[in-house]
């Protein structure tokens, strides 16, 4: 899908809690799927929103001629 289908918004906050609580033990590697509440990217944001974390942004890309 393209949006969340199913707000799962109190149980994202559940998950970030536990998350964060983890991450100051030991390092973390979160999933996220279309399954849970529709649409894993906005998931995914929603979650680094609550954990305070920023957007992460595409690097630059280096010029490799005049017309870059």
């Known amino acids: 899908w393209d949006k969340i289908v199913v707000d799962r918004s109190e149980r994202l906050a ?3 809690g536990v998350v964060s609580d983890l991450a100051k033990r030991v390092p973390v590697l ?3 799927n279309n399954h849970y509440a529709g649409h894993a990217p906005e998931t ?3 979650l680094r929103g609550l954990l305070g974390l ?6 630059e890309r280096p010029r490799t001629t005049l017309f870059d």
Do not use: G, L, S, Y
């Open 54 to 59: 920023p957007e992460p942004q595409p690097p």
């Open 14 to 16: 559940e998950t970030a």
């Open 44 to 46: 995914a944001r929603q």
């Open 30 to 32: 979160v999933f996220t």
